[in-house]
Each structure stands twice: as structure tokens, then as C-alpha cells.
């Protein structure tokens, strides 16, 4: 390394562009602590804060200047706690101990000013600091800013490295053993339909973790069948992008766990009604909500170890789908629930996912522009990917929406049934994303299933909150289409006219007549 290069390192290293809310962090504690100072001692004394002007401005750049120094307004690319905390206390330290020893040694005239109220600053904001950084670093803990996402990496077509063979009997029959004393008989019969557990290219595992999945060869299976439930797995997504890039193009995944309905039965089943309610309503505070509250999510596994957790199906069936994998079948066998999935696809891009009480939902909006729509959520976590599984599985019904929709849990049904799901939309009425009488802005799965020259006319205007449903009221797919081209007809020739005529005639049929959404 050159002379040159060394002392560009070194000035790099010195001279750097701060962090603006690093800074901003700053001045907002010494504003703090010189308003308490104000307000508790100075006003009772009745000395003039302007005479502190000139010791405080002092005060304030030595701090900047070390702080800027020891590089405390550097941006971090990682957060690390302990090194931001021992550069605050190193900061701190070295502008108090100034402090106080110009003032013990006489350093700084102090003839016409307080030694108390100018100590007492450089206390309460280090005292904010300090509570700032743990707050700042409690609510990243939080949040798991510093965990990393898996890259999911781009591949060609891929085939099995080996070629199938048949195992021998006696080991055959100790896989088959292995299967019937983790789970049961009907869950052996259940994955033989769909995997050849003879076959030398099927792997049976009860992986718990990563690690476990990490010394699996890649491409040398193309069936892994996992015994252990996924209730006790940490970090499930990362487990489902590992097995997707382990395994061939159309290979076959097998998972188990326990469900939110599996649960509800063996409870069900165990514990008389009353002492049953209090034991499911305890389970899903613990099991449900705590694992899922921004502030307790990580804390909670922390804690626990992301054991025993419980699952909807439909979460289930969410998450494989969003790991890139398609569902063939799925069965529920004497309290345990089996999912068989192939791999179809890459993942989609991993972050963290947080389902909590509203939610930000995709939706095609004016020249197709894709706009994130507040609402209650009314589904289960990961609902949003099996939206073509569920029109597939279950049909339509009248009106294009899926029948029987298993994604809406008990409290959804209520929530939509009194449009409290709809209220956050609200700010997106302010935001300008939206105006009050309108198409509704519709999903992209949901959007493609529109005419093309209906998708033309729908982006060519806002959605609305209230849309021409409530006007025509119409009994299925076709006369919703039919609905929604009227409206915009009209609305493209005369905007105002037509949304009023729509509004006051929604109205009526919503408090006179009753109406209401699917």
C-alpha cells in the first residue's frame, strides 16, 4: 500500500459525511436538557438565560467536535450496540470530565454563571442520550433490523444428480418404522400416494433447523420428507428457501405440523367447555399474538425458541407458497396435519413479514400504478399468496369471489360484515390514493380477471370507497362488470354529477334497503 493510498485511508477515516438523525438526535437532547434547566432553575432564580448563551454554545461545539471526533455520527451499515454505547460513554465522559475540571481548576471563568445549572445541562443530556440509544436499539432488537435475509439466487433447470434406485427391504422397513413412530400408520399410507419412499432419491429427516437442512446435498434428492413438526422450527421461511434451492425442479416436499383446528380438537376433546375456553383463550395470547406483536415478536422467540408454536393451514399453505413451492395434497391424520408440495418456483424476495392488526395490501390503481391500501386484516398471515390456490380449490361463487373462503377467520366474517375493515382506508382518502365514490381497487390476481378493455377503463380513474355495487346491486360477475362500466361511462363525461348521483343513491340501498358487500 502506497503513501498516497494510506493517508487517503486516514482522511477517509477522519472526514466523513454524519448521519442527519444522528445529528438531529443531538440538538434535540441539549434543546431538552437547556428547557429543563429554563423551566426548573433558572426561572426560579430569575436569571436570564441569555447570560448562558455564550457557556452553553462552548459547551455544545466541544461536544459536537468530539462526538464528530470519535465518529458517533457515523452512518452504521450494521447496528452494533456495544460499540455505540461505548462511544457515547467515551463522548460523555470527555466532555463532563471537561466540564467539571474547568470549572474545579478554574479553566473557565464561572464569575457570572451557575457551576450547578451548567454541570447539571451536560448530566441531563447524557442522561437522554443514554435512554435514547436504548430505546432506539430496543425497538431495532425489536424489529430484527439486524437480521439478514437469505439472497435467493437465480438458477437454470435443474434434474436429480443421481438416478433412482430401489433401497433393500430392511431399510425400507426401518424408514417405515421411523415414519410410524414419529407421526402414525395413516400419515405412512398418506405419503406413500405421493412419494416413493422406496426410492434411493427420497430423503426422511426430523430437521429442526437450519443446520440440519444445510448438509443436505444439493440436488440429490428429489423428495425430503420432514417428520419434525414445523411448530418447533425457528425461522420457518429460511428452512422453506433452503429446502426450495436444495431440491430439483418439481421436487417434493413433505411437511407436518400441528394446527390452530388440530389444537382446537384435542382440547376440545380433553377439558370440560369452561376450563376449555380459558385454556384456548391462554394458548392464543402465548402461542398467537405474542409471537406476532411488533414489540414481543422477537423477545417471545428469544425466550421460547420459537417452540410449540400454532398455525393456521391457511398460514401454512401461505408460507410454502411464498417459498416457491405449489401444493398437490394436504391431509389431516389423528391430530396432525400433512402438507405434500412441489417445487415450482424461486422464492419471492424474504423480509419481514408482520401481520399485525392492519395491514398494507398491493392494489392496481389509476394507470396501473400499484398503490399499498390500508385495512384491518380480516385473514390469516400469508393469505395474500394462495389467492389462486383457493379459486382453484374451492370455485367462485356468483360474483367472482372465492366460495366458501377459508383465508376470512371468525372475527374477519364480523369486522367486513360492519366495514370496520375499511376504516384505515381512510388515510388513503387523505393521502389522495383514493376518492370516495369509485371502483374498488382490486388485487393483480383479481384485476387480470377483468376484461382487457374493463382493466383499460379502470385505470383510467381513482378507486373509491363507496363503488357502483351499492348502486346496482348486481347478483353476479357479469353484471359487476356491467356495474363498473356504467359507472366509468359516466364518470369519464361527467365526473361530479355522476360520483354525487352514485353517493346519495349508495346511501339509500346501504341504510334504507340494507345492502351489503360479499
Known sequence: MTKQTKKRNLLKLIFYKPSNSRLLTDIIAWASAIAIMVIWRLSSEKVVILDYVTMFLRIIAFWFVVSYLLQKYKKRIRLDFASDF??????????????????????????????????????????????????????????????????IR?????????????????????????????????????????????????????????????????????????????????????????????LPDNGIFCICYQSIEDFNKYINEKYPFIIRKIVQAAYFI?????????????????????????????????????????????????????????????????????????????????????????????????????????????????????????????????????WIDELPMIFNLIKGDIKIVGVRPLSRVYFETYPPHLQAKRTKTKPGLIPPFYVDLPKNEQEIFNSEERYLDQYLKSPLKTDAKYFFKAMYNIWVKRARSH
Not at 430401489?166 to 399410507?189: L, P, V
Request: glycine content about 6%.
Open 154 to 246: 437465480a438458477r437454470k433447470n435443474v434434474q436429480v444428480i443421481k438416478e433412482s434406485q430401489r433401497i433393500e427391504e430392511e431399510e425400507f422397513n426401518e424408514i417405515k418404522g421411523t415414519i410410524i413412530s414419529y407421526t402414525n400408520k395413516k400419515s405412512f399410507d398418506f405419503l406413500q400416494k405421493y412419494v416413493d419412499i422406496s426410492s434411493s432419491n427420497t430423503k426422511v429427516m426430523s430437521a429442526e433447523s437450519l443446520i440440519n437442512v444445510n448438509t443436505i446435498r444439493k440436488y440429490r434428492y428429489d423428495a425430503i420428507i420432514n417428520l419434525a413438526k414445523m411448530n418447533s422450527i425457528r425461522g420457518i421461511n429460511r428452512v422453506l428457501v433452503k429446502i426450495n434451492a436444495k
Open 86 to 151: 461505548f462511544i457515547l460513554t467515551l463522548v460523555s465522559g470527555i466532555v463532563y470530565g471537561g466540564t467539571y475540571f474547568g470549572i474545579v481548576f478554574d479553566l473557565i471563568d464561572f464569575t457570572h454563571y451557575s457551576k450547578y445549572v451548567t454541570v447539571m445541562v451536560v448530566v441531563i443530556v447524557i442522561v437522554m442520550e443514554i435512554i435514547n440509544v436504548l430505546i432506539y436499539y430496543g425497538y431495532k432488537y425489536a424489529t430484527n433490523a439486524d437480521v439478514t435475509y437469505p439472497r
Open 286 to 418: 402465548q402461542k398467537r399474538v405474542l409471537p406476532k406483536i411488533l414489540l414481543t415478536n422477537r423477545l417471545w422467540f428469544d425466550i421460547t425458541g420459537g417452540k410449540k408454536r400454532i398455525f393456521s393451514n391457511v398460514e401454512m399453505l401461505g408460507r410454502l407458497y411464498y417459498c416457491g413451492f405449489e401444493v398437490i395434497a394436504e391431509k389431516t391424520v389423528e391430530n396432525i396435519s400433512w402438507i405434500v408440495a412441489k417445487r415450482a418456483t424461486q422464492p419471492q424476495k424474504q423480509t419481514n413479514k408482520r401481520y399485525g392488526l392492519v395491514i398494507k395490501l398491493p392494489r392496481v390503481c389509476k394507470n396501473r400504478k400499484i398503490v399499498f391500501f390500508y385495512k384491518m386484516r380480516t385473514m390469516y398471515p400469508y393469505s395474500e399468496y394462495i389467492q389462486k390456490y383457493i379459486y382453484d380449490r374451492q370455485g367462485t361463487d356468483e360474483i367472482g369471489k372465492a366460495k366458501n373462503d377459508i383465508r376470512i377467520t371468525k372475527w374477519g366474517k364480523v369486522f367486513r360484515k360492519f
